[in-house]
DNA sequence: CGATAATAGATGCAAATGCATTTAATAGCG
DNA sequence: CGCTATTAAATGCATTTGCATCTATTATCG
């Protein structure tokens, strides 16, 4: 718990430095640039990011006011939407990345060996 | 963070369930509880949860405000406080332990050997 | 088919958080 | 000593979260 506190806080303070957003708004842009068309139905990126489904509605607004998805109608079922992402969302999740990906060799990578890594998933995984 | 992120809500629900309070008031009656003299200074606490300034302060406002713990003068230094204990926050903390203990095992302690804990506190705490 | 239940997503309101700043007091330095 | 910088803690305001509920739509089952 605490070292993920202590992680989590270094590298948001990293994107915030950097003038990125907070990184919510990257794991929702990277789910939708890894799906297929990308383009994802809320129920689905709220499963994998875990996020609660209220809090991912607000999030999709707060995208969606920046341009960097929309929300679309879901043809076979009325009550679904599709989120697409834009270009201007692809965009930044790549120059987010950049940072993103500083920060983590930064904090973890050099603090870690290959199999030290795949240690920690391989027994933090149980709990998933 | 995926790990976590489970746990966390696990234990969390666990309280809620049985009526009580978040886990971050757990964190601070706990140390107090195990602090010298039952109390300690609103930064000492801060250093020891992680818990933001002006979060613990008022985090401190509503543990005061429901007769956990209170506030006193810190003779030595006009800008200080003490934050005491009172027996209800004794009182209380016991009893989400017991909760919470329990909580711990059915979500950690049954999933991971001894060893394996082990090995992941000590990979853990170069982030720390 | 029609009524009831279930599901997807949005939303009003209260509480918690983050940020910047304030207040009050002590420390440090010429 | 007096002035400026620093520190401890609190607070006003905007944003985010949590909770409960709502709306709209689809599924189920007699």
Redesign the interface.
């Known amino acids: ?9 270094a590298i948001e303070a990293d994107l915030k430095v950097a003038g990125m957003p907070p990184l919510a708004w990257y794991d929702v842009l990277w789910e939708l640039a890894r799906s297929q068309d990308g383009k994802l139905r809320p129920y689905e990126i709220e499963e994998r990011t ?1 996020l609660a489904q209220y809090n991912l509605s607000r999030l999709l607004d707060r995208l969606e006011r920046e341009g960097l998805v929309r929300r679309e109608v879901f043809a076979e079922d009325g009550r679904g939407r599709w989120v697409v992402m834009s270009d201007a969302g692809r965009k930044l999740r790549e120059r987010m990345w950049i940072v993103y990906a500083k920060s983590i060799e930064t ?2 990578g050099s ?2 060996a290959e199999n ?1 890594a795949k ?2 998933a391989g ?6």
């Open positions: 718990m605490r070292a993920r506190e202590r992680l989590l806080g875990l904090h973890i603090k870690l030290e240690t920690i027994l933090l995984d149980r709990f998933l």
